[in-house]
């Protein structure tokens, strides 16, 4: 049997963005935060294309309605509430396809080195999967939206998919059992944590959007420019919503396996054999 050099126990790095713990809710935001900003450019920039292309599809439908920006909130009318589930059903795709760069940013927080570039068919696979998951977890998210309530399960679904898929090297099949499994395991935990989260950045954009509009209101712009004014504002909210509740979900997942699995006990003894990898994080 190998034996462990006396420093080999004190490989597992200790990083305060991570802890290897048990969090509470606000821990779980607070190391969110950190992740996006170790990985700052990559997920914001990632996030900000993909939420200029929820405007590119949103903003057609809200002309068809003759819903402007600039009016205020509108009123939840037959066309509207439409509108709403599948603004919900992308907002769910986003987040999940920005699970492979958030993931990465936890792998590196717990083995404390940057996680490695995959290979062209590793990262063919990671795509393809994610892609994949991203679409599933959309429609329950989308059909929760437009059946209301039902939104509190559908929305956290899956919502882990995409990061199983990147840290844990899972299939698409696997990763979206496992992000089921993990949403409702422990008194359903991960959903509620996933749900918390959403709202406290819908509240925190709805407040920014209000702002907007006393700034316009103030301005006493033409319709149409505050129009075109309020959508890149809208866009640059959304990116930093979507990146942190990206990096919820990384987080989530690492600490709902500390806190379900013993992942921290599990790790601690896998490094006194060898050193901290992507690999020990992977499907056990």
């Known amino acids: 049997m190998e034996r462990a050099t006396p420093s080999a126990a004190h490989r597992l ?33 990632t996030a900000a294309v993909l939420a200029l ?29 439409l509108l709403l589930a599948i603004g919900a059903g992308l907002e ?13 940013a936890a792998v590196s927080a717990v083995t404390g080195k940057p996680a490695p570039r995959p290979g062209w068919r590793d990262r063919l696979r990671e795509v393809e999967a994610t892609a994949l998951v991203g679409l599933v977890a959309a429609v329950p998210a989308a059909l929760g939206a437009f059946l209301g309530p039902l939104w509190l399960l559908g929305y956290p679904l899956f919502g882990l998919a995409a990061v199983a898929v990147t840290i844990e090297r899972r299939g698409p099949l696997s990763a979206l059992k496992r992000a089921a499994g993990l949403a409702f395991r422990g008194g359903m935990r991960g959903a509620a944590v996933r749900v918390v989260g959403y709202f406290s950045w ?83």
Do not use: C, K
Request: glycine residues 8%; without cysteine; negative net charge.
């Open 92 to 104: 769910a795709l986003i987040i999940i396809w920005l699970g492979p760069v958030a993931g990465r």
């Open 202 to 284: 819908l509240l925190i954009r709805f407040a920014f959007y209000l702002g907007l509009l006393a700034g316009v209101s103030y301005l006493e712009l033409p319709g149409d420019t505050a129009e075109w004014l309020l959508v890149p504002m809208i866009v640059v909210a959304n990116a930093l919503a979507y990146a942190s509740l990206a990096a919820l979900d990384a987080a989530l997942l690492i600490e709902s396996r500390v806190r379900l699995e013993g992942l921290d006990l599990w790790l601690t003894g896998a490094a006194r054999h060898r050193e901290p990898s992507h690999e020990m994080l992977a499907a056990r």
């Open 53 to 81: 292309l929820e405007q590119a599809v949103l903003v057609p439908g809200r002309l068809t309605l003759d819903i402007r920006l600039g009016d205020g909130p509108p009123g939840l009318s037959g066309g509207y509430w």
């Open 13 to 45: 790095p200790r990083d305060a963005a991570l802890p290897l713990r048990p969090l509470t809710l606000g821990e779980l935001l607070d190391t969110a935060s950190e992740l996006v900003r170790r990985r700052a450019v990559p997920l914001l920039a």
